[in-house]
C-alpha cells in the first residue's frame, strides 16, 4: 500500500539530496579533507531533514483529523488533553491583559465545548508539532509522538533486519532509538565541538535507509488510524441520523 501522507513524499525527495553528497563522497575517498567535510555534510544534513519529517508528520496527522469535521465525542481524551494545554499555555500569555478578556473568554468557551457530554461542533484540534528548542534525541522523539497517542514511537514502530517479515526465524528486531541517539550524538560533535567522526559514506547510506524504512512505516500507521477514526465517525453518523 502505498503512502498518501505528503510528509513521507517530501522527506523522500530530501533523502536524495543526502545521496547526492554521499555519491559526491564515493569519488572523493582519497581526498581525506573533502571526503571528511561530505560526509559530515550528509549527516548534518540527514538529521535535519528527519527532524523537519517528525515535525511535518504531527502536524499533518493532526491537519488530516480537523478535515474531517469530527465529532468532539469521538475525539479521545489523550488529545484532547493534548489540545487543552496548548491552548491553556496560549491563555496564560494573555490572560492578565484586560484587552484579551474576549480571547480568553472564547479559548475557555471552545475548550467546554470540546469537553462536553453532548456533541458540539468543534473548530479543529491544536496540537504541538515542535522539538523543544536545543533538544534533540530519543527521548524528544518520544515526547513530540506521545502528543499524537504514540506512547513510545520506538515501541510501536519496529524495524526487523528482514526489513518486512517479522515472523521469519532469523529476523531479528533492529533497536532504531540506540541507531538514532547515535547519529544525534555525531551530529552534535559536529556542530558544538567541531569534531570530525570517524565515519564513512557507506555508514550513512546505511542511516538513510533506516531513516527511510521507519519514516514509512511510521506514515503507514498513522494512515491506518486515521483510516479507522473516519469509519468510526461514518458509523457514528449513521447511528445518530437513524435515531
Excluded at 494573555?94 to 484587552?99: C, G, K, M, N, S
Excluded at 565515519?199 to 527511510?212: A, D, L, P, R, S
Aim: glycine share 4%; net charge negative.
Amino acid at each position: 500500500m502505498p503512502n498518501q501522507l505528503e510528509s513521507f513524499t517530501k522527506f523522500n525527495k530530501a533523502l536524495e539530496e543526502v545521496g547526492r553528497l554521499m555519491g559526491l563522497a564515493s569519488i572523493c575517498e582519497d581526498m581525506q579533507s573533502e571526503y571528511a567535510a561530505l560526509n559530515k555534510s550528509a549527516l548534518l544534513l540527514l538529521t535535519a531533514k528527519f527532524e523537519v519529517f517528525v515535525e511535518d508528520i504531527v502536524e499533518e496527522y493532526v491537519e488530516n483529523i480537523n478535515s474531517m469535521n469530527v465529532a468532539n465525542l469521538l475525539i479521545s481524551e489523550q488529545l484532547k488533553i493534548r489540545h487543552s494545554i496548548t491552548r491553556i499555555k496560549e491563555l496564560s500569555l494573555t490572560i492578565e491583559h484586560v484587552h484579551n478578556e474576549e480571547k480568553s473568554i472564547q479559548v475557555l468557551k471552545e475548550l467546554a465545548e470540546l469537553w462536553q457530554e453532548q456533541e458540539a461542533t468543534f473548530v479543529g484540534l491544536n496540537i504541538s508539532n515542535k522539538f523543544n528548542y536545543g533538544k534533540h534525541g530519543a527521548r524528544e522523539l518520544r515526547k513530540l509522538f506521545s502528543n499524537i497517542e504514540i506512547s513510545n514511537v520506538f515501541e510501536t514502530i519496529v524495524l526487523y533486519s528482514d526489513n518486512e517479515h517479522s515472523l521469519l526465524e532469523n529476523s531479528q528486531v533492529i533497536n532504531f532509538e540506540v541507531i538514532y541517539n547515535n547519529i544525534v550524538n555525531l551530529r552534535n560533535q559536529i556542530s558544538h565541538q567541531d569534531k570530525t567522526p570517524n565515519m564513512t559514506h557507506k555508514q550513512i547510506e546505511g542511516y538513510v535507509v533506516y531513516f527511510n524504512r521507519f519514516s514509512k512505516k511510521l506514515c503507514l500507521y498513522l494512515e491506518e488510524k486515521l483510516r479507522g477514526l473516519g469509519e468510526q465517525y461514518e458509523a457514528y453518523k449513521q447511528t445518530v441520523s437513524t435515531t
